[in-house]
Structures are given as C-alpha cells and as structure tokens.
C-alpha cells in the first residue's frame, strides 16, 4: 500500500507532468523541424550546390575475400543535417522568446537619503538637524537634494 502512495506522490508532482508534456511536445516538434529541413533546406542546397547528394559518397575496401564499405557520406550528411537542425530550431526558439519577452517595467530612483546644508552647500544625512561641518543649525522643513 505504502508503494501505490509514493508512486501516486511521485506521478502527481508537477515537474512529472510538465516533464511529460515537453516529451510529447518535442516530438511532435522534431517532425515540424525534420520536415522544415527534409522539405524545404535541403532542396534549397541541391540547388545551390548543383544536386550534390552527400549521402552516396563511400570507399571500398577489399580485404582479403571481404569486402568493407565506408560511407563517409551519410555521416557528412548527418552532420549538416544537424547543423540545420540546430539552426533552425535556434531561430525558432528566439522568435518565440522574442513573442514571450516581458516589457520591464521602469524602475523609480532610490529615495534621496542626503541632503544640502543651506549655509556651507554640504552633502548631509536627511535626518540631520544640525550640520557637522559649519555647524549652522537647520531649518526644520528642507527639500531632499
């Protein structure tokens, strides 16, 4: 009984549930990102490369009575394919926190904590009734400076 509360506890908290939702979310945003890239990129670089098709570029080895295959290309592939990714979802990303971005609000100066002698023009506390430096007695209603 004990193990169905923490499990119900464990399941109930809600970084779980928000933890889920972004898996959900991010898989369906992985296809709109491969999709972007598949359909629309990639095109866009046949064209500008000439239909260059990284992905069939390979050496063969002959070895012995085997035979090995290295395809360098599908992983040059792969890596510019994440690179496209990675950009893509970059500049999606900071449209949607430029779209979330708080204006902030203006901040009020810090209450004046000094003010000015009246007779020596010296900087002292606020709550000072006598001057400390030409010892002028104040007048008991001063504006702040």
Same mark, same amino acid.
């Given at each position: 009984m004990k193990i169905i509360q923490e499990?119900? @506890?464990?399941? $109930?908290?809600?970084?779980?549930? /928000?933890? *889920?939702v972004g898996?959900?979310?991010g898989? *369906?945003?992985t296809a709109i990102v491969n999709s972007l890239v598949? /359909?629309?990129?990639?095109?866009?670089l046949g064209i500008i490369t000439g239909g260059l /098709?990284?992905?069939? +570029? $390979?050496?063969?080895f002959n070895v012995g009575a085997g035979e090995a295959k290295l395809n360098y290309g599908a992983f040059i592939s792969a890596i510019i394919n994440f690179l496209l990714v990675a950009a893509a979802l970059f500049l999606l990303v900071k449209a949607i926190n430029k779209l979330h971005r708080k204006k902030e609000a203006p901040v009020a100066p810090p209450a004046p904590t000094t003010k000015v002698?009246?007779?020596?023009?010296s900087e002292i506390a606020l709550e000072a009734t006598r001057c400390?430096?030409? @010892? $002028?007695? +104040?007048?008991?209603?001063?504006?702040?400076?």
């Open positions: 499990f119900k @506890t464990f399941i $109930s908290r809600g970084n779980v549930l /928000d933890m *889920a898996v959900i979310i898989g *369906a945003f598949a /359909d629309v990129i990639n095109p866009i /098709d990284f992905s069939a +570029l $390979s050496i063969t002698c009246p007779f020596c023009c400390p430096h030409c @010892t $002028s007695q +104040l007048p008991e209603e001063q504006e702040p400076a």
